[in-house]
């Protein structure tokens, strides 16, 4: 007995005719015919009564339309199961970042581990808060979420219990101003209470943001900042810093060239830097086939990198 047999019969008994079921399974009505007389030797019974007009199903026709519905329906939902599981081989892990990392970090990242084949940035997660990756990774709607982490505690109302992470490099937040003429900074930490100095500033409910208010408490700093403008995106903050509108606190690598060519100064001296690492997370029981072979030579990687130090 041959699956197509089965959605004959099916089309058959929507039909009620032989020659429009025929019509509508591309086949010519004899070959239709044929067929469905070898479903019916096959079950050892008269499926179709064909003395009505327009013909009608026997009681063992309607008996077998109903087996001949699950099973048709259930090879549907296998073979799609079978196209996602096929899909998911051969697919790219899907990379979540923020864009500044995207930008600054993931290129040459990719280049020295040899990981283009297999890792695919994804772009939709360049405006995510850190809720958002995490809740993505969850969903397997990424495969891997690289972020910032601060190096000292914060409170964060984030359930990591299922994940794990790979620690890929440093990072150092370094508050930054447009300069005047002379070099110095137009705007310079702390300020004071009744001249607060203009800030930049990344999302409140970002954990750059927490990561900045957990380092000005933990080291007694005060600071005196008026936010005029919040961005999930270091391009955007570094932007409006290099217009002049304000300071900011900017990863290093994306304000390296800047500071360099005096586009922008530090505003203020190394006590206001805040050191970050730069994890890789991941769900420890991540389905997708190329998960554990890549995190494998990212560690082996690190591993070498670590020994040769």
Excluded at 113 to 127: D, F, K, M, V
Aim: aromatic fraction near 8%; proline fraction near 5%; charge should be neutral.
């Amino acid at each position: 007995m041959e699956l197509r047999w089965l959605e004959d019969f099916i089309v058959l008994a929507e039909t009620r005719h032989f020659s429009r079921a025929a019509e509508q399974q591309n086949v010519t009505q004899p070959t239709f015919s044929r067929r469905i007389k070898l479903l019916e030797e096959a079950m050892d019974a008269t499926l179709v009564n064909r003395q009505t007009m327009p013909l009608s199903l026997t009681p063992a026709g309607e008996e077998f339309l109903t087996l001949c519905k699950q099973i048709t329906e259930r090879v549907r939902v296998t073979r799609e199961r079978l196209q996602h599981l096929h899909h998911d081989a051969t697919r790219r892990l899907r990379l979540a970042a923020p864009q500044s990392l995207l930008t600054h970090f993931v290129p040459g990242w990719l280049e020295q581990h040899a990981l283009h084949p297999q890792i695919e940035p994804y772009l939709r997660a360049t405006s995510w808060l850190i809720g958002d990756y995490v809740e993505a990774l969850e969903r397997g709607e990424v495969d891997l979420a690289l972020c910032y982490w601060p190096e000292g505690r914060i409170a964060l109302d984030l359930e990591l219990s299922g994940l794990r992470y790979l620690t890929l490099g440093e990072e150092l937040l370094v508050p930054v101003s447009a300069a005047n003429a002379d070099g110095t900074p137009r705007f310079a930490l702390p300020g004071d209470k009744r001249r607060p100095l203009p800030h930049i500033a990344y999302h409140a409910s970002g954990l750059i943001a927490a990561a900045l208010r957990a380092h000005w408490d933990r080291s007694r700093q005060e600071v005196h900042l008026s936010t005029l403008n919040e961005s999930v995106q270091t391009s955007n903050i570094r932007e409006l810093v290099l217009q002049g509108y304000g300071l900011g606190w900017l990863p290093f690598r994306t304000v390296r060239q800047a500071l360099a060519q005096g586009e922008l100064t530090r505003a203020g001296d190394r006590r206001w830097d805040v050191p970050l690492s730069i994890r890789l997370y991941f769900r420890h029981d991540g389905r997708h086939p190329a998960l554990h072979d890549t995190l494998a030579q990212l560690q082996e990687g690190l591993d070498d990198l670590h020994r040769s130090r």
